[in-house]
C-alpha cells in the first residue's frame, strides 16, 4: 500500500545551519505531496504542497520540490531559526478525497 | 471561521471505562477525519465522513471504537471499554468539498490517558 518514510530524528542544528530532511514515498499513480510541521503542544499545521512532479512548495523560507523520478520530496531551508524547532511530517493523498498518509515524522532542534 | 475544535483537550480514565470526543469542523467543510497519534509517530487515518456518511474505517478500528456525524456537522468518536493500548492523541481534521491535492485543517486534538 501507499507509505511515507521520513530520516530519523531528532536533528539538531545551529541557527542559521541548513536544513534537509528527507522523505521519500511509495504510491501507485501520482499522490499530491505535503509538509506539516507540529510546535510543541500545538495541532498540525500545513506547511506546503505539491500536487504535481516538479512542483515547487515554498512557505516561510522552507522548500520541497516534487520529485517523481525519485519518489522524492526533501524538505529543505536555508538558515533555520530556534523558532522553526518543531516536528515535521511528510504526507501525501493519493486520491481526491481520501486520507492523508503520514511519515513517522522528524524532530528538529535549534541551538542559538 | 475558528478552525477545527476539539473537546475535551485531555481525558484520563480508567481501563474498562468508555469514553466520548467531540470533533466542531469548520463549517463549510464536508470532510471530516479521525487520525490516532502515538508518541514519536505520524498520525494514523481511523476513519472519515463526507456530510453524514462514513465513507471508509480502518482495520485500526476495533468493534470497540464507533463515531458518528449526525447532520453531517459536528462528529463525536465514542472508544467502549478502554484498553491502556489506547491511550493516544486523537486528532480530527476537516477539508472542504472538491479541493484536490489541498491540506486539510487539524484540530489541537484530545490526549487520552487510560490508567
Known amino acids: 500500500g501507499d507509505s511515507v518514510t521520513q530520516m530519523e530524528g531528532p536533528v539538531t542544528l545551529s541557527e542559521e545551519a541548513f536544513l534537509t530532511i528527507n522523505c521519500t514515498y511509495t504510491?501507485?499513480?501520482?499522490?499530491?505531496l505535503f509538509w506539516y510541521v507540529q510546535y510543541p503542544g500545538e495541532g498540525l499545521q500545513l506547511l506546503l504542497k505539491?500536487?504535481?512532479?516538479?512542483d515547487k512548495g515554498s512557505n516561510k523560507g522552507f522548500e520541497a520540490t516534487y520529485r517523481k523520478e525519485t519518489t522524492s520530496f526533501h524538505l529543505e531551508k536555508g538558515s533555520v531559526q530556534v523558532s522553526d524547532s518543531a516536528v515535521y511530517f511528510c504526507?501525501?493523498?493519493?486520491?481526491?478525497?481520501?486520507?492523508?498518509?503520514f511519515g513517522q515524522g522528524t524532530e528538529l532542534s535549534v541551538k542559538p | 471561521d475558528t478552525g477545527v475544535s476539539q473537546d475535551p483537550r485531555h481525558k484520563i480514565t480508567k481501563r474498562g471505562q468508555n469514553v466520548t470526543f467531540r470533533c466542531d469542523p469548520i463549517?463549510?467543510?464536508?470532510?471530516l477525519y479521525w487520525y490516532r497519534q502515538t508518541l514519536g509517530q505520524g498520525p494514523e487515518f481511523l476513519t472519515y465522513f463526507q456530510n453524514e456518511a462514513q465513507l471508509e474505517k480502518s482495520r485500526l478500528l476495533s468493534d470497540r471504537f464507533s463515531a458518528e456525524r449526525p447532520k453531517g456537522s459536528f462528529s463525536t468518536l465514542e472508544i467502549q471499554r478502554t484498553e491502556q493500548g489506547d491511550s493516544a492523541m486523537y486528532l480530527c481534521a476537516s477539508r472542504p468539498p472538491m479541493r484536490v491535492g489541498y491540506g486539510y485543517t487539524f484540530g489541537s486534538g484530545t490526549r487520552l490517558t487510560v490508567v
Open positions: 504526507a501525501l493523498i493519493y486520491n481526491q478525497g481520501g486520507k492523508l498518509i
Open positions: 463549517s463549510e467543510h464536508n470532510r
Open positions: 505539491a500536487t504535481k512532479a516538479d
Open positions: 504510491a501507485t499513480g501520482y499522490p499530491s
